[in-house]
Structure formats: structure tokens, C-alpha cells
């Protein structure tokens, strides 16, 4: 089970690792106000009514900080993670969190009717039957409980862009261990291949950032973090380098 993000993004003006290293837990997106979907995590929102409606109301009086984080089963054993569409590192969470996991497919923001728990899992054949593009292809994950860092994190993954940057060492302050995936990596002939997947507007945006050619994920968040562009459309952007740039295929 995975939890994916950007590693190189804010939390309230701080480095998000440097966040995550003085908390020690994973805090859901009710707490933090930020996320890399949609930003509905709040009383009368989307992701609120969402959880009313499958938990029973089992939240609705609770604070923030006792809501589930959400993440996914990476049941096709990707290296970026079961959800790359959300980031390009991952926490890889021990098999013990899956005793308090709930999962759905497809995702919450298409309010699903399948549901499973480690015990009783039905998603995967569902999952596999259907023909999802690359990025929706995940069945996600709902964590009841904390997720800390020293004891419910087998290791953080990241991609070797980050390589010898302060993100990798900002990462080895967290206390889990720190892992590599292959790495995500798209160049501008590759890119422009695909105006139709989230238009040509991002195409060119992409191209605009590219360094010598090529998008990787650091990159993208030096663009993110810039400012200087609508952050959905550096998203999108993003969501081209995941689906076109995972360099093990």
C-alpha cells in the first residue's frame, strides 16, 4: 500500500519533508488544506459528504486530525507507487496498516459502490477487468488511524532526480529508510505526441519548461513552486510526464 505525493511542494510555506520530518505523521488533506487532486476536504465539500455517506457518519463530529488518509493498493506492484497520477515519491506502508484500511474502486471522486478490506477484497478483479488509462488505474486506499513515519512506513520512495538535492537529504531526517524507483523522465519529441490527452496547451507549457529537452519531476516542481503558472495547468503537465516518462517500460 502506497502513499504518493510531490516531495519537492509546500505544507503552509515550509518544504513539505521538512514538515513531515517535525510532525512525524502523515496528516490527511482536512488537515494540511493541500493535495494533489481535488481540494474538497472540508465540512459541506465533496471528500466530506463522501465519507459521511461511506463511514455512516462515523467522522462527522470527529476533528480533522482523526479522518483517514487516502493512498492506494499498489495490487500491479508499479515503481512509482499505486498512484503516480499524485506524485512522483511514495511512502510504502507496512503490511500491518492493512488490518485498518478500507479500499474502493474506482476512485472516491466517482462515488463508487465496490468496497473491500484486506479480508474480504473483490476490487482487484474489478481493477483488472476494466480498461482505466494508466493514471485511474488504481484501486484506492483509505488508512483509519495515524500514519507515523518511525513505525507505520517501510520506506520512502523517491525519484533519482532527487538525487544528492536537498529533498534527498530532507528525506533521510524523516527516520524511515529511503528508497529509489526508476525515475520518471519525458522528452519534447515524446511529449508532443500526445496533444489530445490534456491538450496542446499543456503540450507546450511542458515543452516551455523543459531543460535541454527533457521533463522530470523536478522540474516540474521548480515550476510548481515558481508560481508562474496556473498550478492546474503544471499539473497537467505532471500528468503528461506520469503516463509518458516512466523510464521501466
Request: glycine share 12%; net charge neutral; aromatic share 10%.
Given at each position: ?110 462515488e463508487p459502490s465496490d468496497f473491500g478490506v484486506a479480508a474480504r477484497m ?76 490534456r491538450g496542446r496547451e499543456y503540450v507546450d507549457l511542458g515543452a516551455q ?41
Open positions: 500500500m502506497t502513499l504518493n505525493f510531490h516531495p519537492d511542494r509546500s505544507l503552509h510555506g515550509k518544504p513539505i519533508l521538512e514538515a513531515l520530518a517535525e510532525d512525524g505523521v502523515y496528516r490527511s488533506q482536512f488537515v494540511t488544506g493541500t493535495g494533489n487532486g481535488g481540494l474538497t476536504a472540508h465540512p459541506g465539500g465533496d471528500r466530506w459528504r463522501w465519507e459521511s455517506r461511506i463511514f455512516d457518519g462515523a467522522y462527522d463530529e470527529g476533528g480533522a486530525h482523526e479522518r483517514p488518509v487516502y493512498g492506494a493498493l499498489n495490487f500491479r506492484r508499479k515503481p512509482a507507487g499505486g498512484a503516480p497520477r499524485f506524485g512522483s515519491a511514495h511512502f510504502r506502508l507496512t503490511p500491518q496498516t492493512l488490518a485498518r484500511t478500507t479500499f474502493c474502486y474506482p476512485d472516491s471522486f466517482f473483490g476490487l482487484i478483479e474489478l481493477a483488472l477487468a476494466d480498461h482505466q488509462d494508466e493514471l485511474d488505474d488504481y484501486i484506492e486506499a483509505q488508512v483509519h488511524g495515524p500514519v507515523r513515519l518511525d513505525s507505520h512506513v517501510e520506506a520512502l520512495v523517491l525519484d533519482p532526480c532527487y538525487r544528492g538535492t536537498a529533498i534527498e537529504a530532507a528525506a533521510r531526517r524523516l527516520g524511515c529508510p529511503v528508497e529509489w524507483h526508476p525515475g520518471f523522465r519525458l522528452g519534447v519529441e515524446e511529449l508532443r505526441r500526445h496533444p489530445g490527452y519548461l523543459a531543460v535541454d529537452g527533457v521533463l522530470d519531476p523536478r522540474i516540474v516542481g521548480d515550476a510548481a513552486r515558481a508560481g508562474r503558472h496556473d498550478p492546474q495547468a503544471v499539473k497537467k503537465v505532471w500528468h503528461y510526464l506520469a503516463r509518458f516518462g516512466a523510464t521501466w517500460k
